[in-house]
């Protein structure tokens, strides 16, 4: 599922908020636009500074700024970065009722954000992350695919497409 990648971080910004925060991102370290998805790729420059950098992006989120922080991981298939979303997919291996809905999302810490409206066993979970820049998706997803009612369990990723 990949490893996070040490000191790069994705920034989603809010509509609007992309001119200034390019401008700010870009003292910190190389940043790298996606413009379709309204993110920043940053490279911070060294572990030093990546708490108070981290510290100053949780403020710009409370203040409405941006939207998220996510880590960015490593796809040892495609040899590209990944961005973890703090989502994952979850399919049942069979009906759910909304006691064991609930009783899952207790025991795993997430909520329940939507049911797939194809795949009635399926549902997208929301993780509950206070370090948005560490992958807990990947670990909880992990323990979840080791439940016994669970088909599968995967981490929802944002990838750049290249030509």
């Known amino acids: ?3 996070k990648i040490e000191n790069r971080l ?3 910004y ?3 908020a992309e001119g200034k925060l390019s401008l700010l991102l870009n003292r910190w370290g190389d940043v790298t636009e996606i413009k379709s ?6 490279d911070l420059p060294d572990s030093n500074s990546r708490k108070a950098i981290i510290e100053q992006l949780q403020q710009w989120k409370e203040e409405g700024l941006i939207e998220d922080i996510a ?3 490593d796809d040892p298939t495609s040899k590209s970065p990944r961005i973890l979303t703090d989502e994952i997919t979850v399919r ?10 609930k ?3 207790q025991k795993f810490g997430v909520s329940i954000i939507r049911q ?4 009635s066993r399926q549902f997208i979970v929301k993780v509950k992350n206070d370090d948005p820049t560490e992958p807990l998706a990947i670990e909880i997803a992990n323990r979840m695919a080791q439940s016994d009612n669970v088909e599968f369990a995967s981490p929802i990723y944002i990838s750049q497409y290249r030509r």
């Open 71 to 73: 880590p960015v991981v």
């Open 37 to 42: 998805r309204q993110l920043f790729i940053i």
């Open 1 to 3: 599922m990949g490893t």
């Open 103 to 105: 009783d899952f999302s």
């Open 92 to 101: 049942f291996k069979s009906e759910v009722s909304e006691q064991d809905l």
């Open 10 to 12: 994705a920034v989603r």
């Open 14 to 16: 809010r509509k609007g």
């Open 116 to 119: 797939n409206e194809f795949i």
